[in-house]
């Protein structure tokens, strides 16, 4: 879907970013920071989300609000042109998950990323930086889940090895 195999983007004025989960803890510093590096910042946030977390940056930051579709993401991807992507939402529980919790975390951790990545096929997006989660590693192994949210995230980065 996408080629890394390029140079670094620099931080500064001129350059596009796209975060998902800007309307976090990390996402909203992450986007201030960018912010105050001068980067041109868009955020990607469902229907219902509170962007209380974006308020001090809320005049430099473009958010938009995700449908649910792929088509809706590549729309999102096609008006931002972003060089780069902080993939930073997430759907995590605390501890095991209850049987209500398996298909939200499916979507939010493994359906909706891998439509962020038809949205940066769709634009040409050079970078995508994600995150993952130390419970992927339990006992400092290269993979061992301690739950289904580690599942999931380690079955998206699975799926950005394929692109």
């Not at 979507?107 to 970078?127: I, M, R, Y």
């Not at 995508?128 to 998206?156: C, E, M, R, W």
């Given at each position: 879907m996408?080629?890394m195999k390029?140079?670094?983007?620099?931080?500064?004025?001129g350059?596009?970013?796209?975060?998902t989960?800007?309307?976090g803890?990390?996402?909203?510093?992450l986007a201030?920071?960018?912010?105050?590096?001068?980067?041109s910042?868009h955020?990607?946030?469902r229907?219902?989300?509170?962007l209380?977390?974006?308020?001090?940056i809320?005049?430099?930051?473009?958010v938009?609000r995700?449908d649910?579709?792929?088509e809706?993401?590549?729309?999102?991807?096609r008006?931002?042109?972003?060089?780069?992507v902080?993939?930073?939402?997430?759907?995590?529980?605390?501890?095991?998950h209850?049987?209500?919790d398996?298909?939200?975390?499916l979507?939010?951790n493994?359906?909706f990323?891998?439509?962020?990545?038809?949205?940066v096929?769709?634009a040409?997006?050079?970078?995508i930086?994600?995150?993952?989660?130390?419970s992927q590693?339990y006992g400092?192994?290269?993979?061992?889940?301690t739950n289904?949210?580690?599942?999931?995230k380690?079955?998206?980065?699975s799926?950005?090895?394929?692109?």
């Amino acid at each position: 879907m996408f080629n890394m195999k390029h140079s670094k983007p620099r931080p500064g004025p001129g350059h596009v970013a796209l975060l998902t989960g800007a309307t976090g803890y990390v996402g909203s510093n992450l986007a201030g920071r960018l912010v105050a590096d001068e980067w041109s910042v868009h955020a990607v946030a469902r229907e219902n989300s509170d962007l209380t977390h974006l308020s001090s940056i809320e005049h430099a930051v473009t958010v938009h609000r995700h449908d649910g579709s792929t088509e809706g993401m590549v729309r999102i991807f096609r008006d931002a042109e972003p060089e780069v992507v902080f993939h930073l939402a997430a759907l995590a529980t605390s501890g095991q998950h209850g049987q209500a919790d398996a298909v939200p975390l499916l979507t939010s951790n493994v359906v909706f990323p891998t439509q962020v990545l038809e949205g940066v096929a769709a634009a040409g997006t050079k970078w995508i930086v994600n995150t993952g989660t130390f419970s992927q590693h339990y006992g400092d192994s290269d993979y061992d889940p301690t739950n289904l949210y580690a599942s999931t995230k380690q079955a998206f980065e699975s799926i950005l090895f394929y692109c």
